[in-house]
């Protein structure tokens, strides 16, 4: 009797397992042994033409894939913890999703999104957490540079990253610690060379146009994120455009006399009436970002998430999915924004309650959208110059690398759903 009993328990595990119609990513604190490599599975899935919902504000943010061998499969392969539901239990979870009580929604993702890394070719000193990212979740990405944008390659992608870079010829301000380092020598003299490959009499001209070709990829409906300097140093050059703000040791003559009234905050995406940092030997683009202004330890460094509903707000609420509110601080070039200068325009989705100070934003520039992250890499708080590349094994459910991810499924979300 007691074998057959357990024949018959068998035969009910196998049913119910071969019944079961859905696969649930759990995304919650407990559960989900890793979370980074989840994003890379459900970008597996839609790249194989499979459907799947993002189910926002349900343990933390998780993925709802229909169920078959080949998923449960690079599940296990990958590491990633799965729970398998029947179709009674999916639409018992549908209906407590959708009660008005529930600040819950369902967001069907429809394809695998097109990515493209803004970067330099060639080993830099230093790394860039979205690469890192990328790489480690498995989601394939092109990267390109200066001569795909300006041959306006970027129609091609649905989302671009802007790797850590400087947009307005300045060398990344490296000029005062770094000027006589080999490598600084060498990128500078490698810029000079592109840009007049391109047609630039300057590095800074150069930088600029491609700058104005993002802008346009963004406005034509094209989805853009940028972290660190690439940021600030981003809507400088926008706002400076046909304006010489660099001194001679950057681009051989002198700067416009009285620059800075002559900057258009109009073409900017983010940032407003902000003031220059006219010093060369000084490490910052302007008064935008708070690294020297800040006074916080590392072990008080956090910033918090905000709510929004996810009925009525999905987008914002799609961008702050994760397993916490309460996110890791960690510094860059550009650690976070001056609230102060921030467009009114521009929605906050994390900042820091102790000064303040913005840490991630989002915002639309016509048909498009962008979102800024402050801060160099989301696992090492003071990443420096040839500091080594953060190991992501090490951090498999980081909240800060949660949100690159993030913003890398947005795009594949249902249209409807980024229209509202």
Known sequence: MNLKFLYFLVFLLCSWVAQAGFILLPMDETTQQNHLKAYGITYWCLDKKFKASWLLNYRGGSFLLPDAPEIRKECQIRGVSFELLSDTEETDLMHQISSPSQNMESVLLEKAPKIAVYTPKGKQPWDDAVTL???????????????????????????????????TGQYGKFYGAYKNT???????????????????????????????????FVIGGGFMFAMCSATDSFDIALAADGIDICEAMFDGDASTPNYQSLLNFNTSFAFKNFT???????????????????????????????????KWDPIPSMLCQNHTQLIKGFMGQTTAFDA????????????????????????????????????????????????????LDLHPNSPGYRLILNNVLFPAAQKKKLKT
């Open 276 to 310: 220059l940092e006219r010093r060369a030997e000084q490490y910052e683009f302007s008064n935008i970002d708070m690294t020297g202004k800040r006074k916080i330890p590392m072990e008080k460094d956090y910033f918090t998430l905000l709510e929004f509903s996810a």
């Open 133 to 167: 990212v990328l790489t480690y979740a498995e989601i394939p990405f092109t990267a390109v540079y200066d001569e795909e944008v300006l041959s306006d390659q970027l129609v091609l992608y649905d989302w671009l990253h802007l790797h850590h870079e400087d947009f």
């Open 340 to 391: 102060e200068f921030v467009k009114s325009n521009v929605l906050v989705l994390g900042s820091c309650e102790l000064n303040g100070e913005v840490r991630y934003l989002h915002g639309q520039k016509g048909k498009g959208m962008f979102t800024f992250f402050g801060g160099h890499d989301p696992e090492d708080f003071q990443h420096q110059v040839g500091d080594p590349a953060t190991v």
């Open 182 to 216: 080999p490598w600084y020598i060498e990128q500078k003299k490698d810029a000079e060379l592109l840009a007049t490959k391109l047609g630039y009499a300057k590095v800074s001209e150069e930088k600029g146009a491609v700058a104005k070709k993002i802008s346009h």
